[in-house]
């Protein structure tokens, strides 16, 4: 059964950084049982809303406008986990952070658009909060 545990999330204050980590279990990055995985945050109040996504096919990475220049998304084969280096946070970056399988058609086309959707995805871990505050 896939499993995903995100670690790594804490108070920052502005202009700092953290790295974010998606724990995969029960299925290898490596092998494409999935096409991709994604970064999504909540923050209290709003809707989920994309952060990043990595394709395991190409290693083809997407980013919303909003963290683009700041994040970087990544995969360790080795550790079965996949990465969100988050630097020069800001307030508005505060939220639960959470990781999940890409669940929609294995295509590049689709998924450069589709990515954003929490819909087009399962496996959601339970989440670590990031707060970003001096």
């Known amino acids: 059964q896939a499993q995903l545990v995100e670690s790594g999330g804490g108070l920052v204050q502005p202009g700092g950084s953290l790295r974010l980590s998606c724990a995969a279990s029960?299925?290898?990055?490596?092998?494409?049982?999935?096409?991709?995985i994604g970064w999504f945050r909540q923050a209290p109040g709003k809707e989920r809303e994309g952060v990043s996504c990595?394709?395991?096919?190409?290693?083809?990475?997407y980013y919303a406008d909003s963290v683009k220049g700041r994040f970087t998304i990544s995969i360790d084969n080795g550790k079965n986990t996949v990465y969100l280096h988050m630097d020069s946070l800001k307030p508005e970056d505060t939220a639960v952070y959470y990781c999940?399988?890409?669940?929609?058609?294995?295509?590049?086309?689709?998924?450069?658009?589709?990515?954003?959707?929490?819909?087009?995805?399962?496996?959601w871990g339970q989440g670590t909060q990031v707060t970003v505050s001096s």
């Open positions: 999940a399988t890409y669940r929609g058609f294995p295509s590049s086309v689709l998924l450069s658009s589709l990515w954003v959707l929490p819909a087009q995805y399962e496996n």
């Open positions: 990595i394709s395991f096919n190409d290693l083809s990475t």
């Open positions: 029960g299925f290898t990055l490596a092998t494409l049982d999935y096409y991709a």
